[in-house]
């Protein structure tokens, strides 16, 4: 059980320095229980050695380890003996590779999902991940919030937090960005009742607004290609987009051929214009590994590197993509055609139009061709009248 949830952490620190004080007394007031000391390991295997140990010392039985009257304190005597024991120290995680923040680029937006497994213990993990990346977006899953928690008990310093809750036993996803960008929250594209999708247009300068999504996919739901399809049906044609998640779909070559889910997933993808962009393992445990947690994009050429990365506090790994920042050299130049109205009056435009003959107008029994005739007889007057004329502009001047 862990100390520093039941007593808080300065109560767990009191309680563990009066047991070790207690232990170290008994210890060193009996030779009997003195032993050599034994490489670290594992508590529950410390245990197990010291029960051996001292059965084939003496003890008839293992329970009598327990009961003989020299051990008052099984549990410090336990704790005594192995070795570094933290108050709390955490998950253990299978892949101990620390965190390269050094991946993350100044220029570009870069896009960042993890799957917390309740929100609100991680988010001190969650401060220094936005400190140390200056993320544009950090997409979060199984947040495990209800309306009881204010958005200030959740807040990023610098960020602006986009969230839906489903309530604090599962489910949830929100969306942290940072404040100096511009955004417009989607509501248009949530269907009521769907407490694991957030949509924001992203809005930057001089550019096409960005779809922004964050979707929490929970096992519980086996009708993911027809949610897919109700999604794909309600995004705006030709938008750049980037929705990150948890799907819980493996797909992993192993699984793209032993999951007709997954195969069915990634045509749906392939036919909406979308890939995945992450390759490797998201979750890993000692026995299994899987590739679950996405980030999909129609628009791979404005994508300039994207991975997995452990964290420490979850048994998800971090994914993350970065867009590429596309920025106008200064005083480069456009050229855009305008017509010029400086001989244009508007009794001369009458005065040319009834002078024209609109018999191959008013006489065609086909009105695509009648409509194409006078296309051209206007055109042909409105060049007479208001010639077209290149212009030379500038996009940027500002440093």
């Not at 197990?48 to 009257?69: E, F, I, M």
């Not at 991946?103 to 917390?116: A, E, I, M, S």
């Not at 269907?191 to 607004?209: A, I, Q, R, T």
Request: proline share 5%; glycine share 4%; net charge neutral.
């Amino acid at each position: 059980m862990d100390m520093a949830a039941l007593f808080g952490k300065q109560s767990a620190i009191i309680y563990t320095i009066i047991i070790l004080s207690l232990s170290l007394r008994l210890f060193f007031s009996n030779d009997s229980l003195r032993a050599p000391p034994v490489p670290p390991c594992k508590l529950s295997n410390y245990i197990k050695w010291t029960v051996s140990r001292d059965y084939t010392a003496g003890w008839s039985t293992p329970t009598q380890l327990h009961s003989n009257h020299n051990i008052q304190y099984p549990l410090n005597y336990a704790l005594i003996r192995s070795g570094d024991v933290h108050v709390n120290p955490g998950p253990r995680m299978s892949n101990t590779t620390p965190a390269d923040f050094s991946l993350f680029p100044k220029k570009g937006l870069n896009f960042l999902h993890v799957n917390t497994r309740s929100l609100i213990p991680k988010l001190s993990n969650l401060k220094v991940i936005a400190q140390q990346t200056n993320a544009a977006v950090i997409a979060i899953t199984e947040t495990m919030l209800d309306s009881s928690v204010t958005d200030n008990e959740i807040g990023i310093d610098n960020y602006n937090v986009l969230r839906c809750d489903r309530n604090r036993n599962g489910g949830g996803a929100c969306l942290y960005i940072r404040s100096d960008l511009a955004f417009n929250l989607r509501n248009d594209l949530m269907s009521e009742g769907d407490n694991e999708v957030v949509w924001c247009d992203l809005l930057l300068p001089k550019s096409k607004p960005i779809l922004l999504g964050v979707i929490y996919r929970s096992q519980i739901f086996t009708d993911v290609i027809t949610r897919l399809d109700k999604i794909f049906n309600t995004l705006p044609l030709e938008q750049e987009t980037y929705i990150l998640g948890d799907f819980n779909i493996c797909t992993l070559e192993e699984s793209v051929h032993n999951s007709s889910t997954t195969r069915s997933y990634l045509n749906r993808l392939s036919g909406a214009g979308f890939e995945n962009v992450i390759k490797e393992p998201t979750r890993v445990t000692e026995t299994t590994e899987s590739c679950i947690d996405h980030i999909l994009c129609n628009n791979l050429d404005k994508v300039f590197q994207c991975g997995v990365m452990p964290t420490g506090f979850s048994d998800h790994f971090l994914v993350y993509c970065t867009r590429k920042s596309v920025r106008v050299p200064l005083n480069s130049q456009n050229i855009i055609r305008i017509r010029s109205m400086k001989q244009y009056s508007v009794e001369s435009f009458r005065n040319m139009l009834s002078n024209c003959d609109w018999s191959t107008v008013l006489n065609c029994e086909c009105v695509n061709t009648a409509w194409i005739n006078f296309k051209i007889i206007l055109t042909n007057v409105l060049d007479q009248i208001a010639p077209e004329r290149d212009v030379r502009i500038k996009i940027r001047t500002e440093p």
